[in-house]
């Protein structure tokens, strides 16, 4: 796992291509049972709009019994679910997967009463992530 910067993204780089490193992920969400909400590709609007963007997609999921326990602890916290994970292809070809790391996301809200909820969403993620990852 990726250590989180100042912005409190985390990246992962992928071994497969974009396609195949979505499918992955896609199926390993719904392996673990998360729901799944949206896939927005966002080169697909950009060419729509005629402005070139490397292959990018935001892929939407959660699981809500336990997202939706940080909006209760800070209502402003529903900002950051449902989770969004980023696929996106750089200039050189390589693909990464992005996210916003949840220790972040707690420091962000002061949220210091879920720490339990914080680290199964930070190993859930981890593990989604780990079915792309690149040795």
């Known amino acids: ?52 963007l490397q292959p990018s997609v935001l892929l939407v ?18 900002i950051e679910w449902p989770v969004r994970l980023l696929v996106f292809e750089n200039e050189k070809g390589e693909v990464w997967a992005a996210y916003t790391d949840f220790d972040w996301v707690a420091r962000r809200h002061g949220i210091k009463n879920r720490e339990d909820q914080f680290k199964m969403a930070s190993s859930v993620i981890t593990s989604i992530t780990s079915s792309v990852k690149a040795k």
Do not use: C, H, W
Request: aromatic share 8%.
């Open 1 to 52: 796992m990726g250590l989180a910067g100042n912005d409190g993204i985390i990246t992962v780089k992928s071994a497969y291509p974009i396609g195949q490193t979505i499918e992955r992920l896609k199926k390993d969400i719904a392996d673990k049972g998360i729901k799944f909400f949206n896939e927005i590709d966002q080169s697909k609007l950009a060419v729509d709009a005629g402005i070139k």
């Open 61 to 78: 999921f959660g699981n809500p019994p336990l997202g939706t326990q940080f909006i209760t602890a800070n209502a402003n916290a529903g």
